[in-house]
């Protein structure tokens, strides 16, 4: 089983949609969790971190359920620029080495 | 501008001949690391430094070498290449090893082709 998993996609949905995506990680003493975007054949840039209470960042909003460890990562009113792979990456155990999940596709047409 | 800098962005290269990618950062970062993406794969962690002179496996060690003579360069080599090491490669660096919610950066990549 991976560390962390992530169902590669592609989401296709229309400008405007709401798309949600979800993660599991496998070991239950990860602290620390993020969301990463790539764009196609470009470095991961760090999205934004995912904190135990949820947090919003705008239109993007991250959840966290620890006791089924899965994390969430919601797109509301989704743009063009939004198209890209997003990756949920996670602290192994309680050490700050990150596992980084490989990538849910996220198509947004016109 | 703060940035991870790698160098060359594309590779093509015979299995065997030693190579070097290079990865600079200009941010003051003491950890810095290496990956490598393959479809599938995700990114898999090859080495990390968290300090000068201070470095350690990664998951996937096997067939490269890395130093850090200076906190601000931390260059891949690859002895002796072979057709498996094609791969995508990036070099990221972090304030701190201790606080990834800074997040890390990384450099724009390097494509390697291993024939």
């Known amino acids: 089983r991976k560390e962390v998993e992530q169902d590669p996609g592609p989401f296709n949905v229309p400008e405007g949609a709401t798309v949600a995506f979800n993660c599991t990680y496998s070991n239950s003493a990860s602290q620390s969790f993020f969301w990463y975007r790539q764009d196609c054949r470009k470095e991961p840039k760090l999205l934004m971190s995912v904190y135990s209470s949820g947090n919003e960042d705008g239109r993007f909003t991250a959840q966290l359920n620890r006791a089924s460890q899965y994390i969430s990562l919601l797109i509301r009113d989704s743009k063009l620029s939004d198209s890209a792979t997003y990756l949920c990456?996670?602290?192994?155990?309680?050490?700050?080495?990150?596992?980084f999940g490989s990538g849910t596709r996220l198509l947004v047409r016109p | 501008e703060a940035q991870v800098t790698q160098n060359p962005r594309y590779l093509i290269t015979v299995t065997g001949k030693k190579l070097t990618v290079t990865c600079s950062q200009n941010?003051?970062?003491?950890?810095m690391s290496w990956y490598r993406q393959d479809p599938g794969l995700g990114l898999r962690q090859i080495y990390y430094?968290?300090?000068?002179?201070?470095?350690d496996k990664g998951d996937v060690p096997e067939g490269y070498k890395v130093s850090r003579k200076e906190k601000r360069n931390f260059p891949l080599i690859l002895e002796s290449p072979s057709p498996n090491q094609t791969s995508l490669y990036f070099c990221a660096s972090s304030l701190f090893f201790g606080q990834p919610n800074y997040g890390y950066t990384f450099g724009s990549g390097t494509r390697l082709t291993v024939v």
């Open positions: 430094s968290m300090n000068v002179e201070v470095t």
């Open positions: 990456v996670v602290n192994r155990d309680s050490s700050y080495k990150l596992i």
């Open positions: 941010m003051n970062h003491e950890y």
